[in-house]
């Protein structure tokens, strides 16, 4: 589906279109599924129930609270780019990671040593089609490797939880309760590893991108400047709508149906390009152009609506606001100095490595 209509239809008609026989382009294999996907690819009622116990964290109230932390990290994470005095550094590791990384770290309990492993893994999940993280092994060792991973740290964190429990999510999960039962270890794990590729590579590749747009559009740049805080929300819209991280997800049709004079026969995936809803005419005016101030803007960023949509907006959206304020601010000139090397993958819009320039802090 290509259309912003279709792809709006199909997010939100749950009884036609099912996730639970997978979400992603490509046909994977169940057990990978079930290690993976969580609630992602599942459908209610199981779905609902699982959706539930993470839905706490993730709420307009409980970003609000965490929003200093969020500041603090921006800052932070900054600081380490705006002092570098060549004045230029490659972006997605230096600094469009590093964020979400400390956050979801911080949300989740995640001990320092463990950090960067969860991360690697998390990004070894999206990259099996390409070529330089395969390596000479086949995409299903690659993706089984991280995902095995990502579930023996899970399973070393929620051990230590049970006997020591603190805030975090790990240990909501590992108290979890649904109809009567605790949450497997396996179950636990599979939230992991959802959260992980959610968490930390949707929003690196959002900031990425975010910089390439102002890059390439300056008079947006400079709109933006002229009153960040009134017009950073409206913005960030526009950023998600025009960069859309995530490219792909998919359905499974229930019965016989028909789109757009399309026939569609019962088990056929119906697959969704959210980067093509995202540039609709018939929806959006001049829909390639970057317009920080185009309203009303009903993209279908974060899953398009319906019961899958993305519980984690209103986190990424605080992210990018505040690496954005921190970068603007500290580093104002700052601009992609060469093309961005790309991840081989139909899924996330991934930016392996951006090199980025700037005048650095004194």
């Known amino acids: 589906m290509v259309r912003h209509a279709d792809i709006s239809h199909v997010s939100q008609t749950l009884d036609e279109y099912i996730s639970g026989q997978g979400v992603l382009f490509d046909e994977l294999p169940a057990d990978f599924l079930e290690m993976t996907q969580s609630f992602l690819a599942m459908d209610p009622p199981r779905h609902d129930h699982l959706r539930k116990i993470i839905s706490s964290a993730f709420t307009p109230k409980q970003i609000k609270r965490i929003e200093d932390e969020i500041r603090t990290a921006a800052r932070a994470v900054v600081d380490l780019l705006a002092s570098d005095p060549s004045g230029e550094v490659e972006f997605v590791q230096r600094c469009a990671s590093q964020l979400p990384l ?17 991360a690697a893994a998390a990004r070894n999940i999206v990259a099996w089609a390409d070529p330089e993280a395969l390596g000479d092994r086949r995409p299903q060792e690659v993706q089984l490797e991280a995902a095995q991973e990502l579930h023996a740290i899970a399973l070393e964190i929620v051990e230590e939880r049970r006997e020591n429990p603190t805030d975090d999510l790990f240990t909501s999960l590992a108290k979890a309760d649904v109809d009567g039962e605790g949450l497997s270890d396996h179950e636990i794990g599979s939230f992991f590893v959802l959260l992980a590729v959610a968490a930390n590579d949707t929003t690196t590749n959002a900031s990425t991108w975010s910089v390439k747009a ?32 995530v490219m792909t997800f998919r359905r499974t049709a229930v019965g ?5 004079g399309r ?50 907006n209103q986190l990424a959206k605080s992210m990018l606001r505040e690496l954005l304020r921190e970068l603007l601010t500290r580093v104002p000139d700052i601009h992609t100095s060469a093309e961005p090397e790309l991840l081989g993958t139909n899924f996330i819009r991934g930016v392996k490595r951006q090199q980025v320039a700037f005048t650095p802090e004194s």
């Open 102 to 118: 400390r956050m979801f770290s911080a949300m989740f309990g995640i001990p320092e040593h463990l950090q960067e492993r969860s």
């Open 214 to 245: 102002l890059t390439d559009y300056p008079e947006q740049r400079d709109w933006l400047r002229e009153d960040f805080d009134g017009r950073i929300d409206q913005a960030i819209e526009e950023f998600v709508r025009f960069t859309s991280p």
């Open 256 to 260: 016989d149906t028909e789109l757009r």
């Open 263 to 312: 026939q569609i026969r019962a088990g056929e995936k119906v697959v969704m390009f959210y980067s093509s809803g995202n540039r609709d005419a018939e929806v959006f005016t001049d829909p390639n152009d970057l317009d920080l101030s185009r309203k009303p803007n009903k993209h279908v960023g974060f899953g398009g609506g319906g019961r899958h949509f993305c519980l984690g």
